[in-house]
């Protein structure tokens, strides 16, 4: 679930809402460890030792416009395969 600010007289409130688009957890990811991880979306907004990434679709457009013009870095998620695991 992500907050949403609703602006209560000069204060925000923040309300749970549950518009998460897409969720990311680093363990399912097979380039979890390698030099692509270092260079990855998650491992940006997350630090050196990510696990999940959240993001609701406003939050998605908005690191889809900053990753276009490549101010950060763009995801390299792959999924890792039942084989793989």
Partial sequence: MSHTPTK???????????????????????????PDCADCLVSFVLGETPDELVMSSRDAEV??????????????????????S
């Fill in 8 to 34: 209560v007289g000069r204060r925000e409130r923040y309300e749970m809402t549950s518009d998460i688009e897409f969720s990311i957890s680093c363990n399912d990811c097979v380039r979890r460890g390698t």
């Fill in 63 to 84: 690191v889809q416009l900053f990753t276009a013009q490549g101010m950060m870095p763009r995801l390299k998620f792959q999924h890792r395969t039942n084989e793989e």
